[in-house]
């Protein structure tokens, strides 16, 4: 075999037929094959063994030219702030959704349509994303959206899937950070569940900066997912960091790492135990209903106390004492179990979903008592995904690996049952985050495909200079056996992903002219007296000049057109073409101005017209033989 068929194996220095990690290290190796060796009756691995493992890890994965993925994944951009989607298993990229960042070939950020979405926030030309997640209906997903967090500006978008464009954004009002997001699973999505991380002084005015005052916290956030407007907000003792809900509707939990609400790393690690919080959440709309709220910093949200006073529980929440600092909150796809990842323990912990009403009602002397087994699987256990078969794959951090477990068997082994429940663990290349099987967090969870999200690929890939990018490796649970099948590299820095299956999405081919995304433009030509699919008119309303004209492979409906100095110019382009693929583009040449127009599409996007002189546009999406010469002038005039 030559090095490069070796998929986990070495691409230069390494000795042919050793993997990496084993010539970086036989301990890692040696101790993961030990973990596989024990798990699965002694699977040692040749040069001949491993050829034959990545011809067949090839085969899987292997996409024919013109045939189609099985599923879509949709893929957290990270701190580049957009989402990607990729087919899943070939892990070819399909598509990038800006969101809360500047795109300059759609023109996200630069267009009247996008500005709208993007409102008062889009002064921030930076995001963070983290969660994506796919609205649902009866615990499975229902396809119609995808909504995601921005962490660094504190806000919540929603993508239409069936146009793949962002078509609402909420800045979460008086909260710092946004950063876990899920979504009410049954009996449908009314609720996005958010986050606010940090804990802040309320209100935030320089009037106090003193964490431990009764007037910092941080608050759980819950979003009409139908109108993007905030439905409540929980305050909380401690921060939140990652949330999940249940399979029915009735409680969401978040994970606490600074139970301390300390300001720094020594604090924030004093306590031995910090608390998954859970949320009832009948309780707290029945309380809302009844005017039993407040409000918080002259915001019009509803808003309840979930802290404890004098260490008495409030009827919203309870906090149930997990090892310290914990970090992912999952919802086991068979509705039974919340886990949270121990992070800086070695354990997960599984609270048992059908004790929450007892909780609740107060049967319980010790809030543990919902904790039905704390499964210790390896050094730094950070997220957990389902294959709906009972096991759990939880990553592990410092281990660089995935280690397959048993639930059940993990209960039995907690209540002292001489079990094994830990099934195999597999090396990871390298620090993996999240991770996530297919339809992991629906009912349908079908385990076939695990995304492993490593934060680091070192020598992975050929060298990109000292920013490296992550590796988003893919592999195949579908066996008794994890198997990886494939190396993905990522940019800046995918924290999370989904998978749906192909038939879950249905998008739209062309642009409905009725679609709401351009009606707010579709109005204003109306105001003008233009039909846009018709029309190619300038209309001057004092400095300002609106100019409409249409786009048909190869040309614009107007050659050119001209202006004043000075004058504020919105160029409106409805594209024509009904072929699918025939998308144009307009680009204004030295005046920033770039935007796309897809078949039946309306864009518009303004800019100041502030240098005399002819200047030409183009189109800049490849449309036609002829796309070169799809040209026009802009002539402006001295002022
Ligand atoms: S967090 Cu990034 S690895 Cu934001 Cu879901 Cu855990
Ligand atoms: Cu139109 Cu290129
Ligand atoms: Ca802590």
């Excluded at 209906?137 to 919540?156: E, H």
């Amino acid at each position: 075999m030559s090095d490069k068929d070796n998929n986990q194996g070495p691409q230069d220095e390494a000795p042919k037929g050793l993997s990496r990690r084993g010539f970086l290290g036989t301990s890692a190796v040696a101790s993961a094959a030990l973990a596989g060796a024990t798990a699965l009756g002694g699977t040692v691995f040749t040069r001949e063994s491993w050829a034959a493992a990545a011809k067949e890890a090839r085969s899987k994965i292997h996409v024919a030219p013109g045939e189609l993925d099985e599923y879509y994944g949709f893929w957290s951009g990270g701190h580049q702030g957009e989402v990607r989607v990729l087919g899943v298993p070939s892990m070819r990229e399909l598509m990038r959704i800006p969101v809360f960042n500047v795109d300059s070939a759609t023109g996200w950020g630069l267009t009247n349509e996008s500005k709208r979405v993007l409102g008062d926030s889009g002064k921030y030309l930076n995001g963070d994303c983290h969660h994506p997640h796919i609205s649902m209906t009866d615990g499975k997903y229902d396809g119609k959206y995808l909504f995601i967090n921005d962490k660094a500006n504190s806000r919540v978008a929603r993508i239409r899937l069936d146009i793949m464009k962002c078509d609402k954004m909420l800045t979460v009002p008086n909260v710092q950070a946004i950063h876990g997001l899920r979504l009410q699973k049954v009996p449908y999505t009314k609720y996005v569940f958010a986050n606010g991380e940090f804990v802040i002084p309320h209100p935030n005015d320089g009037h106090s900066f003193d964490l431990q005052d009764k007037n910092s916290f941080t608050m759980f956030n819950a979003i009409d997912a139908e109108k993007m407007e905030m439905a409540f907000q929980v305050i909380v003792d401690g921060n939140l960091d990652n949330a999940d809900m249940d399979y029915s509707g009735r409680y969401a939990a978040a994970t606490c790492y600074n139970s301390e609400k300390a300001y720094d790393l020594g604090g924030m690690m004093r306590n031995e135990r910090d608390w998954v919080v859970v949320f009832n959440i009948p309780a707290i709309e029945a309380a809302i209903k009844a005017g039993k709220f407040i409000h918080v910093d002259g915001d019009k949200t509803p808003v309840v106390d979930g802290r404890k006073v004098d260490g008495k529980d409030s009827p919203f929440t309870r906090y149930i004492p997990v090892p310290k600092n914990p970090h992912g909150l999952n919802t086991s796809s068979d509705g039974k179990y919340f886990i949270a990842n121990g992070k800086l323990s070695p354990t997960v912990s599984m609270i048992a979903i059908d004790r929450l009403d007892d909780l609740f009602a107060g049967k319980f002397k010790d809030p543990r008592e919902v904790i039905v087994a704390e499964p210790e699987l390896g050094l730094g256990p950070l997220h957990t995904t389902f294959d709906g078969r009972g096991n759990a794959y939880t990553t592990l951090f410092i281990d660089s690996q995935v280690v397959k477990w048993n639930m059940d068997e993990a209960v039995r082994a907690y209540k002292g049952e001489k079990v094994n429940y830990i099934k195999q663990k597999l090396d990871v290349h390298y620090q993996p985050g999240h991770n996530h099987a297919s339809l992991t967090e629906t009912s349908e969870a079908d385990g076939k495909w695990l995304v492993v999200l490593c934060k680091f690929s070192k020598d992975r890939f050929l060298p990109t200079g000292p920013l490296h990018p992550e590796n988003d490796q893919l592999i195949d649970i579908s066996g008794e056996e994890m198997k990886l099948v494939h190396d993905g590299p990522a940019f800046a820095e995918p924290h999370d992903c989904i998978l749906a299956r192909r038939d879950q999405i249905k998008t739209q081919k062309i642009w409905k002219r009725d679609d709401p995304f351009f009606a707010a433009t579709v109005a204003i030509a109306k105001k003008d007296g233009i039909n846009l699919e018709t029309d190619n008119k300038v209309i001057r309303d004092g400095k300002k000049v609106r100019v409409y004209m249409t786009s048909m492979a190869p040309s614009y409906g107007l050659n050119e057109f001209t202006v004043k100095q000075g004058d504020e110019v919105t160029v409106t382009i409805t594209n024509i073409d009904q072929i699918e693929d025939v998308s144009h583009g307009f680009v204004m040449t030295n005046h920033g101005v770039s935007m796309e127009i897809s078949p039946q599409q309306t864009s518009s996007i303004t800019f100041i017209a502030d240098k005399p002189g002819l200047h030409w546009y183009y189109c800049s999406w490849f449309c036609h033989a002829l796309h070169m010469e799809m040209v026009g002038r802009m002539k402006v005039e001295r002022a």
